[in-house]
């Protein structure tokens, strides 16, 4: 079946410095990637929407220079958290949609991000 | 009102019973994900529907669409089946999935 590779499953980093996490379609090609945040005993949170080749769609109340988004492939996002801060500290996952199949989802395993 | 709503929030079983975990929306779909998410945090997607009736091995799950209502069964339940189940919506009118705040299942041996 598909899967998405997400890495890195946990980082720590300081306050002020910037973290990258991707997402990379093994065995299909993603059209779409999308991009959740999820707190502590909540659902999945859209931060933002990228296509292939394009911009990013970030969702109301999303800083879009705090969180950059690149989808220069089919096969590769990579959400980077700039001069991350404590309160950036959750658990970010991805989900891909693949081209040939509109209505499927393959998420990855999500990155636990902590900044002290 | 939430547009997609789980019940029950959280569920304690058994080893060996039959689970059923409820989802109602209140929104045109395009499809109805169960999803499964592990104390680590990743999650799989069990099943994507758009009308009747899944079963993949313990698991099925079924869907009516005039009603708007979806059931996730666990038949024979055992402690690895404990996780967060998750209903998520494709809507009509978009691309992005609407989720339900998930349904925490523990299940004892």
């Known amino acids: 079946g598909a899967v998405v590779s997400q890495h890195p499953s946990r980082v720590i980093c300081k306050s002020g410095t910037s973290v990258k996490i991707e997402c990379r379609s093994l065995?299909?090609?993603?059209?779409?990637m999308f991009w959740y945040r999820q707190f502590p005993k909540q659902s999945l949170m859209l931060m933002a929407t990228?296509?292939?080749?394009?911009?990013?769609?970030?969702e109301q109340g999303v800083e879009k220079d705090k969180f950059l988004i690149n989808h220069a492939s089919l096969t590769l996002s990579t959400l980077t958290v700039t001069s991350a801060h404590p309160e950036d500290s959750s658990f970010y996952i991805c989900?891909?949609?693949?081209?040939?199949?509109?209505?499927?989802?393959?998420f990855g395993s999500g990155t636990r991000l902590t900044v002290v | 009102k939430n547009e997609v709503e789980q019940s029950p929030q959280n569920l304690t079983a058994q080893e060996g019973e039959f689970i059923t975990i409820n989802c109602s929306y209140s929104?045109?779909?395009?499809?109805l994900h169960w999803l499964q998410q592990h104390p680590g945090g990743g999650i799989v997607s069990l099943f994507m529907?758009?009308?009747g009736k899944k079963k993949h091995g313990r698991l099925i799950a079924t869907i009516n669409i005039q009603e708007k209502h979806s059931s996730l069964h666990i038949t024979a339940s055992h402690p690895r089946d404990s996780a967060v189940y998750i209903c998520?919506?494709?809507?009509?009118?978009?691309?992005?999935?609407?989720f339900g705040e998930g349904t925490q299942l523990t299940v004892n041996p």
């Open positions: 929104v045109g779909i395009s499809a």
């Open positions: 529907l758009s009308s």
């Open positions: 990228s296509n292939e080749g394009s911009k990013a769609t970030y």
């Open positions: 065995d299909f090609q993603a059209t779409t």
């Open positions: 989900s891909a949609r693949d081209r040939r199949e509109f209505y499927g989802y393959t």
């Open positions: 998520a919506v494709l809507e009509t009118s978009g691309s992005r999935l609407t």
